[in-house]
Every structure is written in structure tokens, then in C-alpha cells.
């Protein structure tokens, strides 16, 4: 489901709910009557015997009270209310500007990150990825045969092998963890519990139970564009189209993974 359908659902569930509130409040059954003990006296303008116990409808007692302007009960029930309906439409708005996609930038919009042969030289030369601080991705060229990646299909959706781009979300797939970029080994290896990925985001071991999940990369007037609005899901384990062994040392290295 994307943010912007999962942020309609809450606000229509918060909805509902404050609907179904409202009809449960108006159709819950009236108070018992109210009984008036007090005794009644000889001149009594309602002209009852001595002694008798009156008793008040809710409704004569609601048109007394309309007759007598608020009462402290109807103010507090009402205010009652209304906090309740404030806190249900705050939630609402809160969901909304959380999980709506933003226009301007950041994660769940399409970011352009820059001129695209500039990026391609850059990236190639150094050999290290660029971390994208707005859209919590890693962006490298791909190091790897397009030929095998066009036959994969997270690699399709993400447009790897026309881009020539991989935009890798940094979000460890085992357990949430933030997965660095280690300059010797040129993997990335998750500090948490020791996943590792090769550079172009594919598992290579550790309890992670597939390859780094990633986002849509499309050149776009010669410049990139990450759409980060869908997550796409990394490829399955064994998917090797680039350089299988690290080229040195680990930067992450735990016992069993
Ligand atoms: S969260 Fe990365 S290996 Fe567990």
C-alpha cells in the first residue's frame, strides 16, 4: 500500500469513527427519570396532594433546562465532545502531513539528485556511493552486467540497466538497522548484526533475507531523478550480476554471520 492510500485510510477510518461515536451518543438510552423528593406544600401552584413524589421526564427536565438557558452538565458534555472531536481531527491531520508524499523533496517524492554524466564520472572514479541525506539512499553507478540485470526483476522496475544507476534504500532488510558503505571491502555491511551486501546492494551473506531494497532511477534533461515513492524489493539471495568477493578487508565483522 502506498503512504498516500494508507494516509486516506487512516483519515477515513478517523472518520468513521468519530461518525459512529457521535450515533452511538444520540442513540443511547435516556437517564431514568429524575425524581423530585421534595414534599410538596399546601399552596402548591401545581395543585398536588401533600406528600406526593413528582417525577420529571428527561424531556421536561431538557426543556427546563433549554428554558433556563445551559446547564453546568450541558456544558461540560458538550465540551466533552468537542475535546474528543479536536483530538480525532488532530490525529487525522497529524497521519496525513506524516505519510503524504511531499512535493518539495524528501522521502516519498522524486528527487533530482544531479547531472547524470557529471555523477557517472564522479562515482566511477572514486568507486565509493553518494548518500542522499533527503531520500535516505545510496546512489552508485551499476557495477554489474545489464544484460543480467534486465532479466531480474527488481532491477527492471528500479531501470538499473537503462540508467545505468542503482539507488539503494539504507534501511538493512533483516532488521531496519542503517547500513554504511565500507571503502575497503567495497560492500556494504551492516553493523547491527553483520548482513552484507555487495556494491551494488546484492546479499552476500548474514541473517538478511534478500538483497538491499531500492527506488526507480530515470534520467530525466540529462539529470537523475530517484523516485522514492515506492520501495522497491531487492532481489532474492543468490542474485549475482556484479563482482562476487569483496576487494579487501570487512569493516563488520561478527561471529556467524
Ligand atoms: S539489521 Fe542489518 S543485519 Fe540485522
Not at 438510552?29 to 423530585?36: F, I, Q, R, S, Y
Not at 465532545?81 to 512535493?103: E, H, K, Q, T
Request: with cysteine; aromatic share 8%; hydrophobic share 40%.
Amino acid at each position: 500500500m502506498t503512504q498516500t492510500a494508507l494516509a486516506a485510510v487512516i483519515v477515513g477510518v478517523t472518520l468513521v469513527a468519530w461518525a459512529l461515536f457521535m450515533l452511538y451518543l444520540r442513540a443511547r438510552p435516556e437517564a431514568a427519570p429524575h425524581v423530585e423528593s421534595s414534599l410538596m406544600s399546601p399552596q402548591s401552584s401545581t395543585g398536588a396532594v401533600p406528600g406526593t413524589v413528582i417525577e420529571r421526564s428527561p424531556r421536561a427536565r431538557r426543556s427546563g433546562d433549554d428554558a433556563a438557558g445551559v446547564t453546568r452538565r450541558q456544558f461540560i458534555n458538550r465540551a466533552y465532545f468537542a475535546a474528543i472531536a479536536v483530538g480525532l481531527l488532530n490525529f487525522a491531520l497529524a497521519s496525513l502531513d506524516y505519510l503524504w508524499p511531499r512535493g518539495g523533496g524528501g522521502l516519498g517524492s522524486k528527487i533530482t539528485v544531479g547531472d547524470a554524466e557529471t555523477m557517472r564520472s564522479q562515482l566511477a572514479q572514486s568507486r565509493s556511493p553518494v548518500f542522499n541525506v533527503d531520500g535516505f539512499f545510496w546512489l552508485m553507478v551499476y557495477e554489474g552486467q545489464p544484460a543480467a540485470a534486465a532479466k531480474i526483476p527488481a532491477y527492471v522496475t528500479a531501470n538499473t540497466a537503462q540508467s545505468g544507476f542503482v539507488a539503494l534504500y539504507r534501511k538493512c532488510v533483516h532488521l531496519g538497522c542503517s547500513v554504511p558503505f565500507c571503502d575497503t571491502s567495497k560492500w556494504f555491511e551492516c553493523p547491527c548484526h553483520g548482513s552484507k551486501y555487495s556494491i551494488n546492494g546484492e546479499y552476500r551473506s548474514g541473517p538478511a533475507p534478500r538483497s538491499l531494497d531500492r527506488f526507480r532511477v530515470d534520467i530525466v534533461g540529462g539529470k537523475i531523478v530517484v523516485d522514492t515513492s515506492q520501495v522497491i524489493t531487492g532481489p532474492p539471495r543468490g542474485t549475482v550480476t556484479g563482482q562476487p568477493a569483496p576487494e579487501g578487508v570487512h569493516c563488520v565483522t561478527i561471529s556467524g554471520a
